[in-house]
């Protein structure tokens, strides 16, 4: 499976996992030509811009780990744009799902990363 395939497996899992927990999916994959947001969701009149990281393994950390402070600038960057594009005066939040292993099974999640 090619590297994008992979993550679009994991994204679904994320999106599944997201829905179980109430949400409703706004935008899978929304990009500009200055930046993506792997899916948008909102609950409760709160819009979630969630960055979705796959590790097959531990061996190198979670996929948490790899959000850093460059990550979070380029998502609060992002989820401005989609904010600007459509309007958006509600409430944010920048979260971060961990997806790992061959079952792509959601490991970690956190609500707000900023």
Known sequence: ??????????????????EYK???IVAQNWRTRECEIDIVAERA????????????????GGGLEYITPKKLQQMHFAACQWMACHNWQQGYRLSAIEVSGPDYRVTAAIADVS
């Open 1 to 18: 499976m090619t590297s994008v395939a992979t993550g679009r497996v994991a994204e679904a899992a994320a999106a599944a996992f997201l």
């Open 22 to 24: 109430g949400c409703r």
């Open 45 to 60: 009149g709160i819009i979630y811009f969630c960055e979705v990281k796959y590790r097959r393994s531990r061996s190198q």
